[in-house]
């Protein structure tokens, strides 16, 4: 039994506005990026779900590439923060100017 | 003897008649404002030549059977058309020799009364305009024209009312008479829109034609005639408008005997002449003239039995004798009542001239003071006053008369005999308050001569200012004698357009009798109390002090005006407004200026330079696009 589309592109459009949530709210860098990475999560699932639905592979595989982006964001945004920790002593982005 | 007018000539002579006192009012006000006599001249030469072309106009069309009229078109809609031009019959050309001749009498008059007054220039250019504005009214030939230069007319006397703006009561009264006369003319004007919806045109000559009054359904005809009446109660003075007029006197006593005789108040009386017709086609119109006009008449007379001051009697006696012609015209006295207006135009001119040549004098208007100052030593206007009054309070053989005589046969054959009552009552009450004054000022009250407060001194250029105001009364004063001798071809004149309405009543020799013996009971008691050597000079009103109190405090109009405008206008409509404006209108304003601040307040905050508003604007902007292209 397949799931339908509609409960996944709500499940994804809820998780990716818990990620812009999180990052506009949260004055931490590291929580800031995490928002991020829950909305490329969200778009991922939302492709994953129309592959599904149209019983095509691309989605899956455009799935895997986002994976991928997500892991090189992530080593780049944590190499950008720790240079900014050590420049600033602080984390939160209302300070860095 | 039509083919031998030339329709040149008269358009020439109708049209000098009507603008060449505006010609002189330009001319002062704009060139010669700054030498007194040449403006003066100015203006009595307009007035002289305005007065040549009238006689001319009235000479040559006195046996025409149509009316003239020349109209250009000013406007023109689909619904209606309005014309400008001239309208010449009977009654505007009997009312356009009037005017012409009180204004060029009053101009020439003035010369002595104004002599050194530093508005001088201004005055003439003032009455030019007033001639102007009253001359063109009469000739009107429909209701719009009319109507403008009805509103010309109170804007004059409103400017010669407060000619001596520095003085309070001056500029108060003549406020009191535009503000009174407007309200009157609110309901003309809205009358005139009546008809004006309704029948499409204002031509005067239709509205008095039978076919149009039949076109209107009664109850319209009725409306829109009260609403005109209501115009001519305003400007008339009638009852319950009443009160600006006696205040009125503030101006320049010249400009009293102007505005009391033949412009102003005349006005109102004359659109009644001239909507005659129209008016009588409603039998409800009518009796409302009847009944307004016998109130104002009976109202105005006890006000003018306890008053002191010469003008005020006069003034009063004024809206009396307006009330009269009002009456007459309302018992359907065509004749009557014009001819009653032109009679009263002399008498009554003459009345104010003379009591400003005493005013003038004696520097008083009190009429006891000015008796014992030495009044009766001034023989000139000492006899024309009397001849005028007598002309007033109906003695034979002066005109008021004749005049009165026409109104009482008409109100005779009226079925009701109340009008009859009243009107007799009116000529008694009439014959004793003019002769009050007029003993008073005969047999000074034994007393301290008071010293003259003015003491005009008699060098050259006042014998020459006396010699005009003597040579204008004494004018006016054969006037008063001689033209009621003329009622059987003035009244025949008149009455020639409107041959259909000129039902003649019967004759009443007892009426005769009767209206003689009420003047001369009048006269009478006023000299057992006022004229005797014994005499106490005080009138039997003046023993009841309840009447005397309500009648020196005009019947409490006033009072009653006053309270109504304190208590309904601004405490009650006034402070709604003023509420509307600050609670409404000023604080909606401030409100949407607070929440426009407020709302900036808010937005400042996400410009403070952090990443994460700027994210969370995006986002929001994205969101809404989204929203807005999905749906």
Request: aromatic share 10%; with cysteine.
């Amino acid at each position: 039994m397949n799931v339908p589309l509609t409960h996944l592109l709500t499940l994804a459009g809820g998780l990716f506005f818990i990620g812009i949530w999180c990052a506009v709210t949260r004055r931490n860098l590291i929580m800031v990026m995490l928002g991020i990475e829950i909305m490329l999560n969200a778009a991922a699932l939302a492709f994953v779900g129309a592959s599904l639905r149209w019983q095509q592979m691309e989605g899956q595989a455009v799935a895997l590439f986002v994976l991928a982006i997500a892991a090189a964001e992530v080593s780049v945004g944590l190499a950008l923060i720790i240079c900014i920790y050590r420049r600033y002593r602080t984390l939160d982005p209302a300070k860095v100017q | 003897m039509t083919q031998l007018i030339q329709p040149q000539i008269v358009w020439t002579a109708a049209m000098s008649a009507m603008f060449l006192p505006l010609i002189a009012f330009g001319l002062i006000l704009l060139i010669t404002h700054r030498w007194a006599r040449v403006s003066a001249a100015l203006a009595i030469v307009a007035a002289g030549a305005s007065l040549a072309c009238s006689v001319y106009l009235l000479a040559t069309l006195h046996d025409v059977q149509i009316p003239l009229r020349s109209t250009q078109t000013w406007m023109m809609t689909s619904d209606f058309r309005i014309t400008f031009g001239y309208l010449l019959d009977p009654l505007s050309l009997l009312m356009l020799v009037i005017v012409a001749a009180i204004s060029l009498l009053v101009q020439v008059y003035s010369l002595g009364y104004m002599t050194g007054d530093p508005g001088f220039a201004r005055y003439y250019a003032f009455l030019s305009l007033f001639a102007w504005a009253m001359l063109s009214l009469t000739l009107a030939p429909n209701l719009l024209q009319l109507y403008i230069f009805w509103e010309l007319v109170g804007l004059s006397s409103y400017l010669l009312i407060g000619f001596w703006y520095e003085k309070f009561s001056a500029s108060e009264a003549g406020k009191k008479a535009f503000v009174m006369t407007r309200l009157g003319d609110v309901a003309f004007f809205l009358g005139i829109l009546l008809l004006l919806m309704n029948l499409g045109n204002l031509d005067i000559l239709r509205l008095n034609a039978p076919e149009t009054t039949d076109r209107l359904s009664p109850g319209l005809l009725t409306t829109a005639a009260l609403l005109i009446f209501g115009g001519i109660v305003g400007k008339s003075a009638q009852f319950p408008l009443l009160t600006w007029l006696p205040d009125a006197m503030e101006g320049p006593t010249p400009v009293s005997a102007l505005l009391h005789s033949a412009t102003m108040v005349a006005a109102g009386v004359f659109l009644l002449a001239r909507l005659f017709p129209f008016f009588n086609a409603s039998p409800t119109a009518m009796s409302v003239c009847l009944a307004i006009g016998a109130i104002s008449m009976l109202m105005a007379a006890t006000m003018a039995m306890v008053a002191d001051d010469i003008k005020q009697v006069w003034a009063y006696s004024t809206i009396s004798q307006l009330g009269l012609m009002i009456m007459a015209l309302g018992a359907g006295g065509y004749a009557a009542g014009v001819f009653h207006l032109t009679t009263h135009a002399g008498f009554k001119a003459l009345l104010f001239l003379c009591a400003g040549i005493f005013i003038h004098a004696f520097g008083t208007n009190d009429m006891f003071t000015i008796g014992q100052a030495g009044a009766r030593k001034r023989r000139i206007p000492m006899i024309c006053l009397i001849v005028a009054a007598a002309a007033l309070a109906g003695v034979p053989p002066f005109s008021g008369f004749f005049s009165k005589e026409l109104i009482m046969a008409r109100l005779a054959d009226h079925p009701n005999p109340l009008w009859l009552i009243v009107g007799l009552l009116g000529v008694w009450l009439t014959a004793y308050y003019t002769f009050r004054l007029i003993f008073v000022m005969l047999r000074p009250r034994p007393g301290v001569i008071p010293q003259t407060a003015e003491g005009h001194a008699h060098h050259g250029a006042h014998r020459f200012a006396e010699g005009a105001m003597n040579v204008v009364v004494l004018l006016l004063a054969v006037v008063a004698i001689v033209l009621g001798w003329f009622e059987k071809p003035i009244s025949a004149f008149i009455v020639a357009p409107h041959s259909a309405l000129a039902a003649t009543g019967g004759h009443h020799a007892w009426l005769l009798w009767v209206t003689l013996a009420l003047a001369a009971s009048g006269v009478a008691l006023a000299w057992l109390e006022f004229g005797r050597r014994t005499a106490t000079q005080k009138g039997f009103v003046e023993k009841m002090p309840a009447l005397q109190t309500l009648f020196a405090n005009r019947w409490y109009l006033d009072r009653l005006y006053r309270r109504l405008l304190d208590d309904g206008i601004y405490r009650g409509l006034s402070r709604l407004c003023a509420k509307n404006d600050q609670k409404v209108i000023d604080a909606g304003l401030d409100e949407l200026a607070g929440g426009t601040v407020a709302s900036g307040r808010m937005i400042h905050g996400l410009h403070a330079g952090m990443i994460q508003y700027k994210l969370l604007t995006i986002s929001i902007a994205l969101g809404l696009l989204g929203i807005y292209l999905l749906f």
